[in-house]
């Protein structure tokens, strides 16, 4: 595996958990055959937008697995067992059977004397989240979101998304990259003072000199950022 499977599995996740990446979140775990160094983890870290990566050996404290039979697939084969198997498969440990699966790719019953192996195509794999976070599994590796948002993260997150909607707006309006501009805004006082909290990183990263609380700009639009409503102007410096 490498990071570039860890970040795809962390987007499903995202997109799993209805979390926008540009949307920090504080920790994410991440349950693999080994750990990655600090530099990997440091690049897994910005393309998710997460505060921390942190490895650990077993990810059962935040997702639980329970298995069933295929019956598409083991109805044709073991008609006659499919009472035991199925009775075998509840009484697993989920955990602990995911991982054999994952590391050897069967799981091994001895159902009325007859030993069974079951292919992950034998298997309905349930899962069960573990409230304030979401996991995702793919090419034996599991990744697990940390989706408890602190006022701190909600607040990284509109900044990101008024920075989004700044920088298309300069795209839109057909300003350079390199243009200075003045920014408005207006309609809702709950962001524009997140904005004014913020401002200083704002203004760098959209290059603005000016931010002005008021209808007005040579291009404007009404937004929703995280269901608020605002008003958003541009207007390049002459």
């Known amino acids: 595996y490498t990071k570039v499977s860890i970040v795809y599995i962390g987007r499903a996740a995202r997109n799993g958990a209805n979390i926008k990446n540009r949307q920090p979140l504080a920790t994410m775990f991440v349950s693999a055959p080994n750990a990655l160094d600090d530099a990997y983890c440091a690049i897994i870290e910005d393309e998710l937008n997460v505060n921390k990566l942190e490895f650990v050996t077993d990810s059962s404290s935040f997702i639980s697995y329970t298995f069933k039979p295929q019956l598409k697939t083991l109805g044709p084969k073991y ?29 091994t019953l001895s159902v009325d004397g007859t030993e069974i192996a079951l292919t992950p195509e034998d298997l309905l794999i349930e899962t069960a989240q573990k409230e304030g976070f979401f996991a995702q599994s793919d090419y034996g590796v599991t990744v697990v979101l940390d989706t408890n948002l602190t006022p701190e993260l909600i607040e990284a997150g509109f900044v990101r998304e008024l920075i989004s909607k700044l920088q298309t707006m300069r795209k839109d309006a057909g300003f350079e990259v390199t243009d200075t501009i003045k920014v408005y805004i207006t309609g809702n006082a709950k962001v524009e003072a997140l904005f004014d909290a913020n401002a200083d990183g704002i203004k760098h990263d959209v290059l603005a000199t000016d931010v002005i609380h008021g209808v007005g700009g040579s291009y404007a639009k009404d937004w929703d950022i995280n269901g608020e409503a605002v008003t958003l102007g541009v207007e390049k410096n002459a």
């Open 79 to 107: 008609g006659k067992l499919l009472g035991g198997i199925r009775a075998q498969l509840q009484a697993l440990d989920g955990a602990a059977a995911k991982k054999a699966l994952d590391e050897t790719g069967s799981l």
